[in-house]
Nanobody
């Protein structure tokens, strides 16, 4: 069972920064992609960004330039650096990873961490 544990959420003022962490307990070389999604009540979960095992990054267009994913393989952790935060960034942020297995990608999720941006 793949376990992902987020940390770093909280309350921040508009324009501020926050860094989320996602810790796993297996080698990240076993993952095809790692990243973050977010969800607001009543809406579908949406992509924030992912980074592949080859190092390629993909971000939601609306977040490019403000959000950055980085990886520390030695710590089995990846991060989401969020800058210039806006009230509309308020959401539950979920850590994500997937593994390629028998022709498909198996997704894994953390439990989520709340980020609240006050105006």
């Amino acid at each position: 069972q793949v376990q992902l544990v987020e940390s770093g959420g909280g309350l921040v003022q508009s324009g501020g920064s926050l860094r989320l962490s996602c810790r796993t307990y297996i080698s990240m070389h076993s993952f095809n992609a790692m990243g973050w999604y977010r969800q607001v009540p009543g809406k579908e979960r949406e992509l924030v960004g992912t980074i592949t095992s080859g190092g390629g990054a993909n971000y939601a267009d609306s977040l490019k330039g403000r959000f950055t994913i980085s990886v520390d393989a030695a710590k089995l952790t990846w991060y989401l650096q969020m800058n210039s935060l806006k009230p509309e960034d308020t959401a539950v942020y979920y850590c994500y990873a997937d593994q390629y297995y028998s022709g498909s990608f198996l997704p894994y999720w953390g439990r989520g961490t709340q980020v609240t941006v006050s105006s």
